[in-house]
């Protein structure tokens, strides 16, 4: 089994940064592709990044392209999102997702989600 715990989220002004982490624990990650995905308020979860064991590939949704940022540490079992330029659009419950077909496909496991509110 793997447990996810997401942190980072919280309540930031338009056009600013913050940096999601994902801490997994109970079994090493660093084989599994990991991501992101997020849910707003009454709309379906949607993916955001993923990022395979190796770092060397990743994917993007197009709305977040350009502006975040997936990477991994595979030493402290961890994987990172950093969200540059945020627009009230992302405002979110992110997600951590393990052991996911890339680039958004079937995942094994969920953290249980961290809060993203960017005011505009």
């Known amino acids: 089994q793997v447990q996810l715990v997401e942190s980072g989220g919280g309540l930031v002004q338009a056009g600013g940064s913050l940096r999601l982490s994902c801490a997994a624990s109970?079994?090493?990650?660093?084989?599994?592709?990991m991501g992101w995905f997020r849910q707003a308020p009454g709309k379906e979860r949607e993916f955001v990044a993923s990022?395979?064991?190796?770092?060397?590939?990743?994917y993007y949704a197009d709305s977040v392209k350009g502006r975040f940022t997936i990477s991994r540490d595979n030493a402290k079992n961890t994987v990172y999102l950093q969200m540059n330029s945020l627009k009230p659009e992302d405002t979110a419950t992110y997600y951590c997702?393990?052991?996911?077909?890339?680039?958004?496909?079937?995942?094994?496991?969920w953290g249980q989600g961290t809060h993203v509110t960017v005011s505009s």
């Open positions: 997702a393990a052991d996911l077909v890339p680039p958004y496909g079937r995942v094994g496991y």
């Open positions: 109970g079994r090493t990650v660093r084989r599994f592709a």
């Open positions: 990022i395979g064991w190796s770092s060397s590939t990743t």
